[in-house]
């Protein structure tokens, strides 16, 4: 389990991670959201303690990890802006890391290499984006620690290549119990691979859930009432995060149990209403819209 405590992290004026407090249980994907600027990046660099914070610690499986290289070899991190020595082959890049984390794989390492042909010979200087993105993922997951640590997991794969590397950490998940903590701005990518979800904005956590809990506690309701006053009678009885309004079509994502919203909406005799699926980008947007972080007020003229 990785235990964040009250991290605070300034950059001069700058307040880059405020007070931040996560628990990530191990054995499952947490997903890493944010806002633009909202310290997911400094967080990540302060789990591994490639940053130190001014205050607060980070604990893994019970000990601190700063300044602590056998706490260290237990993660392993992928930045956003991986790094690799100039002219280096991924078969200079396994010999590196196999030199530093004693259960690193290297037949699997080469298997996955070849598997998806990045050429284990060829010099990376020459590789694409996703390319040296994959290869990075590879190294990662074959250095066999418990925890792997992704900033922008996603950015540049392909949509084949991004399947395989969600099916290579369902593997490790199930059979060698890794915890991965992933960062990314593709929400949809998210959704079938995250157990857990950390919502970061303006350097603070706004919301911290398991995303099977998510659905039992905010509902996506779509409704046509019969006037306004039977619509203004509902909304009185409801927690509204966020409401959307098409026509006479009212879609309302609200704080609610399925089962508290199914009675609300039969007792107003509404024309019409169906619970919908939420997906994590709607949550995104409703619990950040109620941080203040809306679109209206950045196009306002």
Known sequence: MIDVRYINKNFGDICAVKNISLRIESNQVFGLLGTNGAGKSTLLRIICDILYPDSGTVMIDGRVIHDNP???????????????????????????????????????????????????????????????????????????????????????????????????????????????????????????????????????????????????????????????????????????????TVGHIYTYIINATREDAERIFSEASAIYYEILDLTMEEVFISETEAAGYDIRNFIKE
């Open 70 to 244: 056998e706490v260290k070899k237990n993660i392993f991190f992928i930045p956003d802006d991986a790094y690799f020595f100039p002219g280096a082959t991924p078969e200079t890049m396994m010999s590196y890391y196999s030199g530093y984390y004693e259960n690193f794989d290297k037949n699997r390492c080469k298997y996955l290499i070849n598997s998806f042909n990045l050429g284990i010979t060829r010099t990376i200087d020459t590789y694409s984006k996703g390319m040296k993105r994959l290869l990075s993922i590879i190294l990662g997951i074959s250095a066999g620690t418990p925890y792997l640590i992704c900033d922008e997991t996603f950015d540049g794969l392909d949509p084949v290549v991004r399947q395989g590397v969600k099916s290579l950490l369902a593997r490790d998940m199930d059979k060698r119990g890794l915890t991965s903590v992933i960062s990314s701005h593709n929400l949809r990518e998210m959704e079938d691979i995250c157990d857990h979800i950390g919502l970061l904005h303006k350097g603070g956590v706004i919301l911290s859930e398991d995303v099977s809990t998510i659905s039992d506690k905010i509902q996506k309701v779509q409704a046509v009432f019969m006037d306004d006053a039977k619509r203004i009678e509902t909304e009185n009885k409801l927690d509204i995060k966020s409401v959307n």
